[in-house]
Nanobody
Framework: QVQVAESGGGLVQAGGSLRLSCAASGSIFIINAMSWYRQAPGKKRELVAS???????NYGDPVKGRFTISRDSASNTVYLQMNGLKPEDTAVYYCNLDVTYYRGPLRYTDPYWGQGTQVTVSS
């Protein structure tokens, strides 16, 4: 019922920038919270940033002041602008969407994950 696609990862030098995108499609009624997580090798998945339906944002301490989360509700897309990248930002980045969708005449709400996109920052 819902498809989620991420894009924008890649290899960048320390101090550089990348912009990640995550777009949802399908029988969507509304997307509530939208978040970005990351997981580095051997580490637990951690919250990077989140944004509510009303636009309120929250950031993990390691990225405050460097990353910016934003959303375009009309296109069901969430973005993560990453500036001042550091080698320790290297990870697979996942979007997570809290989606209310239609299945027939009924509405359901479930979390959906993107497929993950690799971000590698070289020193």
């Amino acid at each position: 019922q819902v498809q989620v696609a991420e894009s924008g990862g890649g290899l960048v030098q320390a101090g550089g920038s990348l912009r990640l995108s995550c777009a949802a499609s399908g029988s969507i009624f509304i997307i509530n919270a939208m978040s970005w997580y990351r997981q580095a090798p051997g580490k637990k998945r951690e919250l990077v940033a989140s944004i509510t339906g009303g636009g309120r944002t929250n950031y993990g301490d390691p990225v405050k002041g460097r990353f910016t989360i934003s959303r375009d509700s009309a296109s069901n897309t969430v973005y993560l602008q990453m500036n001042g990248l550091k080698p320790e930002d290297t990870a697979v980045y996942y979007c997570n969407l809290d989606v209310t969708y239609y299945r027939g005449p009924l509405r359901y709400t479930d979390p959906y994950w993107g497929q993950g996109t690799q971000v590698t920052v070289s020193s």
